[in-house]
């Protein structure tokens, strides 16, 4: 199995992986919406850190990093930082919800979206050659708009052309059987698909229903409290596990913003290790278990799909 890096295409690690994170991002100003002047992360050297730290604590391989077009991506700071921690990253190509989007997505046709996601898959991503492993975070703000409708099917069409997989963004958990809905209508397979951010959503059926569809369950804001206690995203998951859904949970902790950062007063990346595997383990969840959540979930995502 191989996994397309910002350095280039490596066999698949073997430590674990965040399977929903962000090392640089600007999301600052959305359209029709009050700006908020802290919704940025720039600091190389911090975030670097970070990564190295983990490597050498916790074996962290790699981070499924998910800024796309519109959140000010930075591909090569990307493989800056992956150079300098040792830590692999896949960037994302894609549409985030809809007040990010960029200007030209209310006049495109969905062929025309699926067009420019696909220059950037072949030809790669903001003029370094950099290639994405994935497409993502695709994203809606609940019910999509016909913008976001257009954005999902275009990106289900360039994962379907191309074989990688898709993550998305579901906003506060919600929506997310529509998205999958939306996208397996383009012929996209379930397992080429993670729902985003379900662990804001205190909904054990959803979670189980797209388990059972064959989706990857994104539990991927591990840390955010004032999203959501992490006392419920423990419940939630160990419902998802005791109901024989563990091969598709995803944990990641969607660090977005500077203050997030342990340099500054944060979890920073570390809380899904630090904090959050500790409690399933004391819950009960073995540590075959927590290596295939950690570990194996994550590597199928981004290469087959298929649960074992």
Sequence with gaps: MKLMTVLGEIPAPRGPVLAHEHLRVDVRTPRGRAPDPAAVLDDEKAV???????RHSHGLAAVVELT?????????ALARISERSGVAVVAATGFYHGAHHPSYVAGASTA???RRLLTEIEDGLDGTGVRPGVIGEIGTGGEPSADEERCLRAAAAAAVRTGLPLATHAHLGRGGLVQLDILTSEGLAPGRISIGHQDLLDDAATHRRLAAAGAYVA?????KASYQSDEVRLRRALDLIEAGHAARLLLSNDVSRGGYLKANGGGGYGVVFDSFVPRLAAAGV???????????????FLTSGEAR
């Design 48 to 54: 670097g850190a970070e990564l190295a730290a983990l």
């Design 219 to 223: 539990f991927d804001t591990i840390g």
């Design 286 to 300: 073995d540590d075959v278990t927590l290596r295939m959540i950690l570990h194996d979930n994550p590597i199928r």
């Design 68 to 76: 796309g077009l519109g959140m000010g991506r930075d591909a090569a």
């Design 112 to 114: 025309d979206l699926t």
